[in-house]
């Protein structure tokens, strides 16, 4: 069993500390266990800090974007030695191809993250429902074409014999969770319609 690291007691920080800390938490998407292990920090105090319930009131959203940025640069300064590292013979020897773009991927999803842009996951997760969206209505389309008639959970049940790697989206559009999404509400709209 791994011996539980302890933490000096009555540690002062400084609101650059603090600042870093929370632009480091929001990087990892609020994970205050991965943040405070990474950073050696309390996790009890970061989740404090990250609450704004201790010792925060000097932290001000001027020193926030201050620290992003300081986050972002080193972040962009990784990337550009992964990308290195990555194209380095010498280097892919001694680590493997695979570790070198995992490790660019993180950096690159924690930048877009802290510049507020959409991360792979996110972009990832979207095309996923979108192309989902467009193969049910083309299944809707043929089918109309061929004369017959099917809503949009016949056609889902359909794709999703075809398709079982999306079987878990696909039931969630198929029990109508997914219903209120923009272009299932067209679709459903331009059903009627017809």
Not at 61 to 66: D, I, K
Request: charged share 30%; net charge neutral.
């Amino acid at each position: 069993m791994a011996a539980r690291k302890t933490h000096k007691p009555g540690r002062v920080y400084s609101d650059d500390e603090k600042a870093r800390a929370l632009v480091v938490l929001q990087s990892n998407r609020g994970n205050i266990t991965r943040t405070a292990r990474q950073l050696d920090l309390a996790r009890k105090t970061l989740e404090s800090w990250s609450k704004g319930t201790k010792g925060v009131s000097g932290v001000t959203p001027e020193l926030l974007a201050e620290k992003t940025t300081e986050v972002v640069e080193k972040l962009d300064r990784n990337i550009d030695l992964y990308l290195e590292a990555a194209q380095d013979p010498d280097k892919i020897k001694k680590a493997s191809l695979k570790d070198v773009n995992l490790s660019l991927a993180i950096a690159v999803d924690k930048r877009q993250l802290l510049t507020n842009r959409p991360t792979s996951i996110t972009h990832t997760s979207q095309s996923n429902e979108q192309r989902l969206l467009a193969s049910i209505k083309q299944v809707m389309a043929e089918c109309a074409a061929a004369g017959v008639e099917i809503g949009l959970k016949e056609a889902a049940t359909l794709l999703k014999e075809q398709l079982p790697d999306e079987a878990v989206l696909l039931d969630r559009l198929i029990e109508g969770e997914l219903l209120e999404t923009i272009e299932v509400k067209g679709l459903i709209e331009a059903r009627a319609a017809a």
